[in-house]
């Protein structure tokens, strides 16, 4: 079974692909019942229909072509509930030989454009840009520049507004022409959203429909950007450096309060589901107000994770408290929080990793705003898609439909619980549970986020079903405006404890990288030494389980092919830099979990244990060994961790560069 080439058409990766039908035989298999999902992955021949999908109306499941169609009676029986659904008007004609595309067989995800959702004059996204003007006089003239780039790339229809934060926060009114005029914001008081709201002029925001045209003649902070782009660059262009500190101390930054009134300002400028991001340039750790992390003393150091395992970061408590709680206002209104720090050191990337994922935002530690990397990744979120419209997908909920012996658990990746339950939400949560629905507020093509299930076991004296299905309703905002819903239906089977099919159907890659979020879950409420130990606990029942082996005799110990990696990757995990916290900072450490918690199989496994390919002139490259006896004069090596990229040159290999063999077409075979 190539579990690959099934991702390609589901964009699902399963540890599992045949599950026990009792409970207690599931929780045998170690490895929990989990699907990976990736919502909106690019997958072949994927069918666009302009219109709105056919629900059950009782489980409120999508038609897929696992249902059972009655052509005479022009109804067709849910594969989930086995409830009996009419078509409406709309599928007259329907047959065996005129099949609507959402019952082919072969699609088994299709992609709803919704004309109920549609607006072709519903306003453009909305982007306020915090910026903290403590950054040093050059460092925040290679952000202004950058700035400058991002604006030019924003269409006319855009809702743009401006924050600047240092002690103060400056909320900039961008009609003023004649001079520059600013709304100021005490920078150490945690002020309510309704009270910013107050102060910024902004009235009670009625709950209309989708994208309604406001009137804005009394919103002087967030305007379409065709009203203001010479006002908003004029702004840019002026901010200068405010880094007056005493010696030995550090500058006073309000950054939380600084996003809590960005946040606020989209709240009562924006109707529902529009979508808005909040993009945060800093320098430094926020040393003042609501998430502050450090004090402006040098000599008390920010906290270590010394400091967070002994307890002694009282501040960065408060500070993940009061961010969990702007993680909720972010997905009320479909909020984006994005963090771009550039310094040397630590600026609470860990406190702000919560809002930054479970809104879908983009976290970059860079060391300048004149680095490359933080170049291309602005860049990259402001890339053009189809059309010319920005290329990103807002306000995205997740639904999950699953067969009645199955309950949702939970999900672990850039998403928040709705909170929202039905019958088949188990009472077990992992993760972001409680739920059967997930928002988050911006989803890529690349967005994966594992779900976790458990088998609740068939009723008595029914009859048994040899297959089950799960399916994932992913309704989002789309690049141009209109709203898009993607619908992946898959069906697994049922199989006895001993079944080959079990064995058969392990998928240890996904396996590991359902256990490496897991794991990164438990480490965040325990000890790494209890991470590590519940590691290897788990690895220990699961070879017991699954490896071949005479009592007593370690000699005879194997693993079939398919479950013989397993055990190497947990090896590189426990090891890693998710789980071995040493020589990393707390914000290093936020922003590899963050990483791992969103990326899909294949990354996930890079990052876990990084790939070495050799290039020789003996054939094509070749994977090879992690160790010194892959180092050779005549190969090049190039070593691959997901986050950085490394070529090794042999000695043979370095000296024919220096001497430019490459440029010599007599040496074509070496370029």
Known sequence: MDFTELEAVEGLRWPWHAWPSSRSEAAALVVPTAVLATPLAVTSDLPLLPYDPLLCTTCQAAINPFARVDYRSATWHC???????????????????????????????????????????????????????????????????????????????????????????????????????????????????????????????????????????????????????????????????????????????????????AVALLEGSLPDHIGARVMVFTSGPATSGPGKVAETDLSKPIRSHRDLINGNAPLAEKAENFYKKLAHRLSDKSIVLDFFPSSLDQVGAAELRYPVETSGGIMVLAESFESNQFKKCLNHIFKPGENSHLGMNLDATIDVVTSKEIKICGALGPCISRRVKNKLVSEKEIGEGGTYSWKTSAITPKTCIAFLFEVSGHEKNAEQPTVFFVQFKTKYRHGDGGFHMR?????????????????????????????????????????????????????????????????????????????????????????????????????????????LNREGVVGSLIMIQPTLFQYSFDGPPIPVLLDISSVSPDVILLFDSYFHVVIHYGSKVAHWRKMGYENDPAHENFR
Not at 157 to 183: E, I, N, P, Q
């Open 487 to 595: 619908v992946t239906t898959a069906a697994r089977r049922w199989a006895s404890p001993r079944s080959p099919e079990i064995m058969s159907g392990f998928d240890q890659e996904a396996a590991a990288a359902v256990v490496a979020r897991l794991a990164i879950r438990r480490a965040e409420e325990y000890f790494v030494r209890d991470v590590i130990r519940w590691l290897d606990k788990m690895l220990i029942r699961f070879t017991a389980k699954f490896g071949d082996y005479a009592p007593e005799d370690p000699s005879t110990f194997r693993l079939s092919s398919n479950f013989s990696l397993y055990p190497q990757f947990m090896y590189y995990f426990r090891r890693s830099q998710f789980i071995d916290v040493f020589n990393s900072s707390p914000d290093e450490t936020a922003f590899f979990r963050l990483m």
């Open 79 to 261: 594969p989930f509930c086995a409830g009996r659904n009419p078509f409406p008007r709309s599928y007259h004609g329907i047959g065996e030989n005129n099949l609507p595309a959402e019952l082919f067989p072969t699609y088994c995800s299709v992609e709803y454009i919704l004309p109920s959702n549609s607006n072709p004059n519903a306003m453009g996204v909305g982007f306020v840009f915090v910026i903290d003007v403590c950054t040093e006089e050059e460092e925040l003239r290679f952000l202004k520049n950058e700035m400058l780039h991002v604006l030019a790339q924003l269409p006319e229809k855009a809702m743009v507004g401006l924050v600047s934060f240092g002690s103060m926060v400056w909320v900039h009114d961008l009609t003023c022409t004649d001079c520059s005029r600013v709304l100021v914001l005490h920078g150490d008081r945690d002020l309510s959203s309704d009270k910013m709201k107050e102060f910024m002029g902004i009235p009670q925001l009625s709950h209309s429909k989708f994208g309604t045209p406001m009137n804005f003649q009394n919103q002087n902070f967030l305007l379409p950007f065709s009203e203001c782009e010479f006002n908003i660059t004029t702004v840019i262009e002026d901010l200068s450096s405010m880094r007056d500190h005493q010696r030995g101390h550090r500058p006073l930054r309000a950054t939380g309060a600084a996003i809590s009134a």
